[in-house]
């Protein structure tokens, strides 16, 4: 009787820990060309040049998408008209769940944004983007030059105030 007394007072002075292990990272970080971080930054930048008008994007025309769909001749109404509709209304689609505009769980707005940038990498290959695609920190940049172009006239102005001093004449 008296060891199972000693076994119960030990057992109040036993600790449990779980360890859990933690996931473990990709083996190889280089696998991955750009983070997600990056694409995010591509698709704002790409989406916000054409906002802005600094790249058109000439999507597929319906004359385009006949010359692809043998059916075309036989139908009296052309099916790539609405099919042209239905690209631009897609990519219009996207951009919405993109800008939050259209409600979204965060998974769609996911595959929004890739699918944003699957479609730049499509029409970028097939020389569809017309215009150069402007980085947002253009502001910055601008911002920064206007600075170093006040510093550097400050210091013109007082190279030259140094330079052509009047001499004293000293008699």
């Known amino acids: 009787m008296e060891k199972f007394t000693k076994t119960k007072v030990d057992d109040k002075k036993v600790i449990k820990v779980k360890i859990r292990r933690k996931k473990q990272a990709p083996a190889d970080p280089v696998a991955v060309l750009f983070s997600q971080k990056d694409v995010r ?7 916000s040049s054409w906002i802005r008008g600094d790249i058109t994007i ?8 006949s010359k692809k769909n ?17 690209i631009k209304e897609h ?3 996207l951009l919405s769940i993109c800008a939050g505009t259209k ?5 769609e707005q996911e595959k929004a ?5 699957r479609i730049l990498l499509m029409f970028r290959s097939a020389n569809r983007i017309e215009g150069k695609i402007i980085s947002n920190d253009l502001e910055k ?3 920064n030059i206007e600075e170093k172009t006040r510093t550097t006239g400050k210091l013109v ?6 330079l052509f001093k009047e001499k004293k004449d000293s008699q």
């Open 58 to 65: 000439h999507f597929p025309t319906a004359a385009e998408l």
């Open 113 to 117: 944004i890739t699918d944003v940038f």
């Open 157 to 162: 102005e007082q190279i030259t105030g140094f």
């Open 103 to 107: 409600s979204a769980s965060p998974e």
């Open 141 to 143: 940049r601008v911002t």
């Open 70 to 86: 043998p059916l075309a001749i036989t139908f009296p109404t052309d099916p790539s008209v609405n099919e042209e509709l239905k």
């Open 41 to 47: 930054r591509f698709v704002t930048e790409f989406v």
């Open 91 to 93: 990519y219009v689609e």
